[in-house]
């Protein structure tokens, strides 16, 4: 399996930025899928997680009403994350990752993850 993210970049505080993640090899019928955040010297955090078979989705506290993790409507490979609202506490390496049979609040809280994607980098100026 193949993880690929993609849309990071430079973003003005209050901006909004969506990031993508493309998994090949996969049927995300059975995965979980992921977006887990690491900044400079800081642990790495789960931030939302999509269970794309059902819909199902966690965000953590630090993005809530901010962050929209969704599956793409015409490519089931590929699962998005909408970032508004961004506070410069946002800037980070962003990672995505799948996970067979995810409950996908553990998934972000435990930052569970099989396939991981090499990041794309989010800096947030003022």
């Known amino acids: 399996a193949q993880v690929e993210e993609s849309g990071g970049g430079l973003v003005q505080v209050g901006g909004s930025l969506r990031l993508s993640c493309a998994i090949s090899?996969?049927?995300?019928?059975?995965?979980?899928v992921g977006w887990f955040r690491q900044a400079p010297e800081k642990e790495r955090e789960g931030v939302s997680c999509i269970r794309t078979k059902d819909g199902a989705t966690y965000h953590s506290d630090s993005v809530k009403g901010r962050f929209t993790i969704s599956g793409d409507n015409a490519n089931a490979s590929v699962v998005h994350l909408q970032m508004n609202n961004i506070r410069p506490e946002d800037t980070a390496d962003y990672y995505c990752?799948?996970?067979?049979?995810?409950?996908?609040?553990?998934?972000?809280?435990?930052?569970?993850?099989?396939?991981w994607g090499r990041g794309t980098q989010v800096t947030v100026y003022s």
């Open positions: 990752a799948a996970y067979p049979f995810a409950d996908v609040e553990r998934m972000c809280v435990l930052k569970w993850g099989k396939y």
């Open positions: 090899g996969l049927n995300l019928n059975n995965y979980g």
